[in-house]
């Protein structure tokens, strides 16, 4: 198989852009697919200060290096769940990954507040492990992004997830979720940082393969708390379907995307814009929340309440 663009030996087919790519072409082809996100999307500018959610594995180390190659300034946050060997590994990935490209960096302990590991913590407010670890590293990350003054936060969500995340939400017409699916969430006000994810328009296998041309050392096992993971199980049947017509992941997404954009015309105001009024200081911590209480915070409560009752 050779390459379609250079003719060289090929690493990497790509049935939805039927077409193959080699090592050097891949590289290109990623880092313009990120910049077109960041440029279409409006995510930054080579001004702002990135903070890139990272955890050790392709997606978000991927997504850092890409942003340091195309001249970012982008530093690093990995935050720590408690998740045994597991998160040992996957730290040392990053630290190993930064210290090869001299990139900043900072190690947030979340057991260090909670007490206790991510799966411990599950358990005992009786909530799914990924529901768990999804509230604590979403508070983590952007407090950290908000107290150090960065202008972006970054996470390394692929098209695969995108599309996954969609089709749940489709499934269960969760229409406020829907109404908030995006590549970019503003800023709503003070205490919440602007997100982005610049790795919508990539696929699994070509950030993958990016890793694996640009020598970037990932964690290659899936973390121990995702089996039974519903988002898996979409992904599962979004696999079928790409493999028998390539690119319909990419057209659902995209698409819907796209549909989001016209209602935003007719609207004049997104949903995002909307919740602002919304939105007030948790009582507890002070981050942003339409409840008297963060989701953080209810959750850490509940903890501190099943504590006292053992």
């Known amino acids: ?87 040992v590994r996957s730290r040392k990935k990053v630290e190993v990954f930064a210290e090869l490209r001299n990139a900043m960096w900072f190690s947030q302990d979340a057991t260090n507040d909670e007490g206790t590991g991510i799966r411990e913590l599950a358990d005992l407010v009786r909530r799914p492990a990924c529901a768990a670890c999804g509230c604590i590293k979403r508070y983590h990350f952007n407090r950290m992004a908000v107290d150090q003054d960065y202008d972006v ?60 041309v640009n020598g970037i050392d990932y964690i290659v096992q899936d973390c121990p708390l995702a089996t039974g993971s519903r988002l898996l199980v979409y992904k599962e049947a979004l696999n079928v379907v790409e ?26 105001q997104s949903m995002s814009e909307r919740d602002i009024a919304l939105l007030h200081p948790c009582e507890e911590c002070g981050q942003p929340t339409s409840s008297a209480m963060c989701s953080y915070c209810k959750l850490m409560a509940k903890t501190k309440t099943h504590k006292k009752v053992s």
């Open 1 to 87: 198989m050779k390459c379609r663009k250079c003719s060289d030996k090929a690493v990497l087919s790509i049935p939805r852009h039927n077409t193959a790519l080699c090592g050097l072409c891949l590289t290109e082809y990623v880092q313009i697919q990120v910049e077109r996100a960041i440029g279409r999307e409006k995510m930054c500018t080579k001004e702002n200060k990135i903070l890139v959610a990272v955890s050790g594995g392709k997606d978000s180390l991927a997504l850092w290096d890409i942003l340091l190659k195309l001249g970012y300034h982008a530093d690093g946050l990995y935050v720590n769940l408690g998740i045994g060997q597991y998160s």
């Open 153 to 212: 936060l970054a996470t390394g969500h692929n098209l695969d997830d995108e599309a996954a995340r969609l089709m749940g939400n489709v499934l269960h017409w969760q229409q406020e979720f829907l109404e908030k699916q995006g590549p970019v969430l503003p800023a709503s006000m003070e205490g919440f940082a602007k997100k982005i994810k610049p790795l919508y328009r990539l696929t699994e296998r070509e950030i993958a393969a990016y890793c694996v």
């Open 243 to 268: 493999q028998a017509s390539p690119g319909s992941k990419q057209s659902f997404y995209w698409g819907f995307l796209a549909q989001q954009a016209e209602k935003f015309k007719l609207d004049h």
